[in-house]
């Protein structure tokens, strides 16, 4: 089963999965409850649902939206590619991740895994409002509600952790990819769509820029890890590049090297972005830029 053929809604009206699509992703739910080691009370409140709508969800009473999809991908610790799918590299319109982008994997209890993970998006959110050099281990330590013996267990150095919330910001772009472009079928409409999703927007957009960000100064000064940033921008790199292909073949953008508009489009997603970060634009100055730019790709309508 790809994503392409499991659209996820919400109750807005749009294409429902088919039955045994949708049992199969309320089943992968499930045992992403169960492995997390929470009760499904628990679960729910960290997803932000009321306990009664995920047992309906469960239950086949309703459907799970996109935004609850990729929610319960990010407490789970699995990817909304895994739950739609059964498997992180299904095929769908979102370029799947190299397995060395994605968050570690290792065999822990539940709760050494759940631990993990909120030292991971404690530092997560630190690194990105205050900086990778701004933040001490004990910092993180305290906003995860754990010992700073507890986050040297999981993590050997500060630097190691930075790396991991590289990964976790792959992760969050994917999922919100996974879980929305498959619902797109006009070619101009995704590309819109897909750039939207990684503009700066909101702190926690901003927050992911900021990870990015951080991660080239530190790649350019030899600090940080080239391999990891080179293995998660090709993923990002190769989604806008295949979505571009797309509207080419559908006959909506012009017909040049398709690797070059990608360079472009991407460069300039980069550079704006930097500007909204340091406060020299604001986002809609940046949407409105990227949106002049998508026109003068587009072949001139009769």
Not at 6 to 17: L, Q, R, V, W, Y
Not at 185 to 200: A, F, N, S, T, V
Not at 212 to 236: H, M, T
Request: net charge negative; aromatic share 6%; glycine share 8%.
């Amino acid at each position: 089963m790809s994503t392409s053929k499991t659209p996820i809604t919400g109750a807005d009206g749009a294409e429902a999965p088919a039955a045994t699509d949708a049992e199969a992703v309320r089943a992968r739910v499930r045992s992403c409850i169960a492995s997390s080691g929470l009760a499904q009370r628990e679960f729910a409140r960290r997803i932000e649902l009321e306990e009664s709508k995920l047992s309906k969800a469960l239950g086949g009473t309703r459907r799970f939206g996109p935004e609850e999809l990729v929610r319960i991908a990010t407490v789970g610790g699995v990817t909304v590619n895994w739950l739609v799918s059964g498997s992180d590299a299904g095929s769908g319109p979102a370029a799947v991740p190299d397995a060395m982008s994605l968050p570690r994997r290792i065999r822990e209890t539940p709760d050494q895994v759940r631990r993990r993970q909120e030292i991971v998006e404690a530092a997560w959110q630190l690194f990105a409002s205050r900086g990778l050099h701004g933040v001490k281990i004990t910092e993180i330590a305290a906003e995860a509600k754990v010992s700073t013996a507890a986050v040297y267990y999981y993590f050997d150095s500060k630097r190691e952790l930075f790396e991991e919330t590289l990964r976790y910001s792959v992760k969050l772009a994917f999922d919100r990819q996974v879980a929305t472009l498959s619902l797109i079928e006009d070619p101009r409409e995704r590309l819109e769509h897909l750039i939207g999703l990684q503009l700066p927007t909101g702190s926690a957009g901003a927050q992911e820029f900021s990870i990015w960000l951080q991660a080239w100064s530190e790649v350019s000064i030899g600090a940080g890890s080239q391999q990891n940033q080179a293995f998660a921008y090709q993923r990002w790199y190769r989604t806008v590049r295949d979505v571009l292909r797309e509207g080419q073949e559908a006959g909506v953008y012009v017909d040049e090297p398709v690797e070059d508009l990608t360079t472009q489009l991407t460069s300039l997603i980069d550079g704006l972005g930097i500007k909204v970060l340091v406060g020299t634009l604001d986002v809609e100055q940046m949407r409105t830029q990227v949106h002049r730019f998508l026109a003068r790709l587009e072949v001139d309508r009769p």
